[in-house]
Structure formats: C-alpha cells, structure tokens
C-alpha cells in the first residue's frame, strides 16, 4: 500500500538517498553517517531521535545544506542539492530554509531585535517592515520587551528563543531544529512545543526536530531514531498529541 | 543592503576605536604627506611665478656659465663692459642694458654690521627690474661715470644698520672703504625659500671695479625687451652675437646662458621640486605601509569573527555580500584616514605656508585626489582579506571557537 500512495504524491519535500559522511581520514577517519534513506513530505513534523554521537546533527547540516555529504544525493524538492553551486545553496537556505543550531549561535554584542531581523536583512525585506517583523517573531517566542538585549545579557534560554525567532521570522518551508528545547525548562520547553506545533499546523511549515526528551517527541508526528549513522527506526505517531 | 553594510561597517570600527586609530595612521601620513606636498610646492612655484612676473616678462638675464639646476654651475671666463655696450648697440627691440657685478660684504654703520650683497650697476638697473628709489635719488650720471663712493640701500640694510634713523648723507663702510648713503630702495619683499630681495646695496658700476672688485669682470647682463617684440627672438640674437664675441665657433658648447623669465622660473623651482620628489616618496611608503596595516587588522578581524562570518552563511548570505561587507569595512577605515589626513594637511599646510612666508594655495583636485587614492588603498589591501572571509565554509566557520 505505501508504494501506491507514494505513486500519487508529489516528490517529497526532503530526500536523502544512501548519504553518508565521513570526517577526517586515514586511522582519524570517523564515519558519521553510514548511508542514510529518508524521505520527508510537506507539512510533516519529524522529530529525530538517537545517542549521543549517532550522527543526528550531521543529518540535520546536510538537511539544511550547511555541509555536503560524502556520498549519495540529496534532494531538496526533487533537486539535486549536490550539483548546486555555493551561492545557489546559499539562496536556498536563504528562502527557504530555517535553522535553530544547537548551540544558539546569535551574534555577541548585537541586539536580539538585530540578530532576528539578520535573515530578513538578506532577504531585503525594507527596513521598517523588518523592525515589524522581527518585533512581532521575538514577541511569539515570549520575547516583547527584549528587543534591545544583547546575547551577553540574556540567559539561556532566552538565547534559545532568541535564535527560534530569528529561524521563524522569514517564515521558510523547512525549519531546522537541532535540540531547540535543550537548555529549557519543562515548562519553557513545552511552550516552544507548542510554537513548532502552531507553525507546523497552521502555517504548514515542515519542523525537523532533533531531541533527547521522548516527551518533546511525542508532539511530532513522526520519529526516527538514528544509531551509529544509520536511521534505526522510523515510526508514525499518528497525529502526534 | 548598501546602506547597513556601510552602518555595519562603521560599528564595527567604532568597537575598537583605539586598533582602528592605529590602522590607518599610516593612511593619514601618507595623503597628509601629498596634500601638504602639493599645497606648499604650489603655493612657492606660484611666488617665484609672481616674484618673476613683477621683474616684468620681457627680462632676459645673460649670465656666466652653464647654470644646471640649483647650485650647479661651470667656470667661464667673464663679460666686460663691452660685451654690454654691444648688446645695446646691435640687437634690435630692446628697451634697456644693465650689466652688473656683485660680491657678498660686510656693511657697517656705527656700531652696527649686516652681510649683505654689493652690486656695481648703472641707472639702467632701475628700469630693467622696474625698481624705484623710495627716499633720495637714484645715482647722477656724473657720480657714475666719476666712479664715486655712493650708495643706494635695499630696505633690510637700512632696517638693519640705521632702524629708525634716516639714513640718508651717512657714510657706510663696505669692506675697505666708505661711501655717502643717497637712498633708499622701494621694499619689494622677502623671496621664496627666505631670500630676501631687498637685502642688497648698490654702488656705481665703476666704483664697484675700482674699489671692491679690482677689475672690469661683469658676471651678469639684464636685458629689457621692448614692449610687444619676441624675447625668443631678442634671446637667440644674444646668444649669436656673445658666441661670436666670445670666439665659441661650432658644436662647441657655450659658456654663459642667456635665461628668459621661463628658465629662470624653472631654476628657482628646482629646490621645490626635490621637496616634492621627497615627499612623494614619503607619501608612497606611508600608503603602501597603511594598506598593509589594513590588510594586518582586516586579517585579525575575519579570524576574530569567523563564527559570526560562519552565522551569516548559514543564515543565507552570499560569498559576494560577505566579501562586500569586510570590503566596505576596509574601505570606511582608509577612507577615514584619507578624510584626517585631508584635514591634517590643509591646517598644516595653512600654518607652514605661513612660516615660509608663501601662499596658501588651496587646491580641491588634489585633495579630492587623495581621498579617492586612499579608497582605493582600501579596496587594494581589503580585498584580500574579505575573500578569506567569503570563502569560509559555513559549518567550519560555526564551530569555530
Ligand atoms: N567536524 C567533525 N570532525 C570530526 N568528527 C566529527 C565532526 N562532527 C561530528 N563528528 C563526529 O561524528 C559523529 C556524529 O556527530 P553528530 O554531531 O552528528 O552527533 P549527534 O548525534 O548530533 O550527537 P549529540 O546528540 O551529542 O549532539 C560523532 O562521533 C562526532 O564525533
Ligand atoms: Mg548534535
């Protein structure tokens, strides 16, 4: 039955096709990712489970085409993001793609307001809407009033929602998780659940999450679990909660 | 995109305030370097264009030897009086003869003594130089042609050795003998590169010959052209005619020079353009050691930032735009150093203009000049370093500590 349903849908938003990936070389040689399959549709909300050290965030580079990999293809929207050139792929994350790093990654001594509107910057979005915008994304992750804090000056995780507002505000097709709730509390943590759900169903954006917590996985409709770099299981939620 | 480039630029310079003082201290040398250049060397060639145009344009100065540039002359036998008298009796279209000699001296009044040049001439002087007698007389043809002991006195001298006192009917001692001061020279001013005009005395030419020099040598002639006749033509027939009464046949070289008001221009801008030679050296250095301290600080600044370089590809932007940014970041940094220089230079160059008593030339082209040239250090030293960053790769860069 799934091959006749697949016959009918359109190419999946996201494919990989035997990726693997390989850091270093000679006796340092370590393989990361030992030829991945995987194929996500639109307005899915995956989360992606797995040890430490599997290879889930090399995964998730190589989704959000930070990093190429080392064998097999990838396919974005049924292109080849392997035979895309730097500036191409650049474009791509540029309008269509959203990523929460795991680590925050804002820019030091830069307001929170700035370090949202960076995208919309690249984007070309004028200036005043940009002000709009960004004001508006900080204000849906619990941030209205924190505009002009610097990274230096907000904790944890308010940095953490600082970087799901600037991975939100361009509103892209895919968002990109890496551990978004990993330095939350429970509480917090469940409240930026709830955001990735409201963008998932709503605004149809597809949400790759990575996590630890079963109980942040439990929102997402689907979760593969990943061990030793390769995808072990992958099982359907259902409508997920 | 231009515009918060150019905001972000300026942030970033604004953060390390003191590195980027340091960096473009060379920047500001160097254009400092080639305004005050350019000011000051104009400001002295337009005096000396001045000085020479108030001599009057139809001057001819015949004098001994091959004058090279400054300083630089061959030994040659000298004129006499009939080399002039011949000037004045077969060249054409010339309105006045003045031969002179002259010989450096102490003059002395009273107690008080000033060195100064000496200088046999006749009546002739006065309208070949368009000088005029301020107080007392010029010298009576008898008083000429007596060869008597009287003198005319240049403004410094008078100031000099008599101050406040009319000088007048005074005797003045000149080496070994004494002479009747019978006036005094119109001031004309201090000359370019502190010469002063006006420290000289004059005596008659005879009395010059019998009394200091001891002999009947002229070393310079000055010739007025007349009003509206080619000194290209009155300078070629000179020549011909002192090769011929100086016996100099052939191919051989002569050995005195026939200098009209462009030639003495250029010998008196000689200095002005070894100054300017200098500088530009200067300059060169200053620049091309600013632009590497460009290109050094820009270098610190991609390493120092490759994580956020790294948070600006990941996030979409372009090697281009990332490549613009650190390229516009050198740019603002030199320019800037162009703009202090610039201003650096133009009150400098107010104020040294004023110590070597010369013109304040303000000149836009080169100030303009500079400040594109001190761009254009940016872009040059820039470059590189904004291709580094451009380059990084996107994950590299992030996990960049
Ligand atoms: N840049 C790198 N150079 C060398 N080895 C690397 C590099 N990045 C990752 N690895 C290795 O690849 C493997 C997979 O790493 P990855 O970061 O994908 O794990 P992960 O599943 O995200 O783990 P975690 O849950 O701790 O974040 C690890 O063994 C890691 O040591
Ligand atoms: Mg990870």
Redesign the pocket.
Known sequence: MPAQVEQQQPPPLVELQGVT?I??SGT?E????RGVDLRIAEGEFVAVM????????????ILGCLDTPTGGRYLFKGVDVGALSRNQRALLRRHHLGFIF?GFNLLNRTSALENVELPLIYRGVPTRERHRRAAAALAVVGLAGWERHTPGELSGGQQQRVAIARAIVTEPAVLLA??PTGNLDTARSLEIMELLTAFNREQGITVIM?T?EQEMAAFAGRAIL?RD?LVAEDQDNGEGR | MLVNTLLLALREIRRNVLRSALTILGIVIGVAAVIVMVTIGGGATAQVTEQIASMGSNLLMVRVGQHRGPGASSAAPAFDLADAQAIAREIPAITAVAPSASQRLVAVYGNQNWSTTVNGIDNEFFKVRNWTVDAGRQFLDSELRAGKAVCLLGETVRKELFGDQSPLDSLVRLGSFSCQVVGVLEAKGQSTFGSDQDDLVLVPLRTFQRRIAGNQDISLIQVSVAEGRSTDKAKSDIEFLMRERRRIIGSENDNFQVMDMKELTRMLTGTTQILTALLSAVAAVSLLVGGIGIMNIMLVSVTERTREIGIRLAIGALEREVLLQFLVEAVVLSSFGGLVGILLAVSGSVGLARLLNIPFIFNPGIVLIAFLFSAAVGVIFGYFPARKAARLDP??AL?HE
């Open positions: 990936k850091y270093g340092a370590m393989q990361a990712l797995g040890p430490s050290g599997s290879g889930k965030s090399t995964c998730m580079n795991q890496d551990e990575v630890h990943f770099g | 994950i590299d996990r």
